[in-house]
């Protein structure tokens, strides 16, 4: 009997292992986000520098890293205080007073996944941004929340740590109850 305790005991735990292993594994193997448009759109011609430049992904990106530089014509940098993600949408502030031209936005983000992806697009403003530059300190910064892979794996690693300590009780009380009674 104690046999058949241990053989079901050990089929539990390697059962247990796998699934958790086959949960692990599978977050990383998620495809990186896509960015699916910007604002303005690459290429395209505005009639002034706009104050935020945008981009929307089909995921929402980690915060962490997350860079968006808006360089102009002479390459200087025209970009704002720090990126703000709320959701999907990762804003960047553009200065005041950035002049009329063609800009470059050059963008790297942490994919939901945790890898980095990186592009780049261009646009061109007709008249330079006479107004005011929003306050990146008063735009929400939201920090992208954790990905679902990672509670998910977290959860299964909880359960399976939990589990394989229960049964290890249950089996040494088994022992130690079978040589007491011997």
């Not at 915060?63 to 014509?73: A, C, H, L, N, T």
């Not at 359960?159 to 009380?173: D, F, K, P, W």
């Amino acid at each position: 009997m104690l046999e058949n305790l241990l053989r079901w005991f050990q089929r539990s735990v390697l059962v247990l292992a796998v699934a958790a292993c086959s949960v692990v594994l599978a977050a990383p193997a998620q495809a990186h986000d896509v960015l699916e448009s910007s604002d303005p759109a690459n290429g395209s011609s505005v009639p002034a520098v706009p104050s935020r430049i945008g981009l929307t992904f089909d995921h929402t990106p980690m915060g962490i890293g997350s860079v968006i530089q808006v360089q102009d014509g002479t390459g200087t940098d025209q970009a704002d205080g720090a990126v703000t993600i709320v959701d999907n949408h990762v804003t960047q502030a553009v200065k005041a007073g950035a002049p009329a031209g063609k800009y470059t936005v050059i963008w790297r983000v942490a994919s939901s996944d945790g890898h980095p992806i990186e592009g780049t697009f261009t646009f061109t403003a007709g008249s330079g941004n006479s107004g005011a530059s929003p306050s990146a300190a008063g735009a929400a910064a939201g920090a992208g929340g954790t990905p679902a892979g990672v509670i998910i794996a977290g959860g299964a690693a909880a359960v399976l740590v939990i589990g394989l300590a229960g049964g290890a009780v249950l089996v040494r009380r088994r022992l130690r109850n079978t040589e007491s009674d011997a």
